[in-house]
């Protein structure tokens, strides 16, 4: 199985932060990387896909980069909204698996 | 406007059996890979099964297998997971996922449908 290893666990950060989460996958994955936000109480939402690609809808202060092992989700100016949990995960194969999670929390 | 509405959950006894169910309307079931995917309360995410577009192909993690079943029924656009012989750590919120799948993407989530498992 690949793991995905993701850090921090947890940051505290202030609107208009840069903020920067990584993620590390066991083995390479190409670039079948997703990252997803999810708040309290609430179901996943795509974010990032294919390790780069922005979905549509979703605003332009987020990015993604990085392929094989090592990826990174990037928020350019930390909003409001913006306060959750972060996960990635890989679709490279069986079983698709999940990062720990990073909890983005106000400073 | 895409929707999945997932029912069926509920308190259950260890080695309990549950039948979860996912409705979708929005796009065409029929074409669409899918998988739910659960979350233990206060845990991260865990993929727990996908099926292919005609349910022909199906995959499960082991830590369900051979007590979890993911099906489909696309004549009638829902998308179900047959729990048998629960055990305390299935607690968890399901979600179903549309496009979940090997090489692909979860492109849109239902609300989810607790399963407590508990006696």
């Known amino acids: ?107 | 406007e895409v929707q999945l509405l997932e029912s069926g959950g509920g308190l259950v006894q260890p080695g309990g059996s549950l039948r979860l169910s996912c409705a979708a309307s929005g796009f065409t079931f029929s074409t669409s890979a899918m998988s739910w995917v659960r979350q233990a309360p206060g845990k991260g995410l865990e993929w727990v099964a996908a099926i292919g577009a005609t349910g022909g192909t199906t995959y499960s993690a082991d830590s369900v297998k051979g007590r979890f079943t993911i099906s489909r029924d696309n004549s009638k656009s829902i998308l179900y997971l047959q729990m048998n012989s629960l055990r305390a750590e299935d607690t968890a919120v399901y979600y179903c996922a549309k496009d979940f799948w090997s090489g692909y993407y979860g492109t849109h989530w239902g609300q989810g449908t607790l399963v407590t498992v508990s006696s």
């Not at chain 1, 993620?23 to 670039?31: H, V």
């Not at chain 1, 997703?34 to 309290?40: A, E, G, I």
């Not at chain 1, 939402?45 to 990826?71: E, H, K």
């Open chain 1, 1 to 107: 199985d690949i793991q995905m290893t993701q850090s921090p666990s947890s940051l505290s950060a202030s609107v208009g932060d840069r903020v920067t989460i990584t993620c590390r996958a066991s083995q390479s994955i190409n670039t079948y990387l997703n990252w997803y936000q999810q708040k309290p109480g609430k179901a996943p939402r795509l974010l990032i896909y294919a390790a780069s690609s922005l979905r549509s809808g979703v605003p332009s202060r987020f990015s993604g980069s990085g392929s094989g092992p090592d990826f990174t989700l990037t928020i350019s100016s930390l909003q409001p909204d913006d306060f959750a949990t972060y996960y990635c995960q890989q679709s490279y194969n069986y079983p698709l698996t999940f990062g720990g999670g990073t909890k983005v929390e106000i400073k």
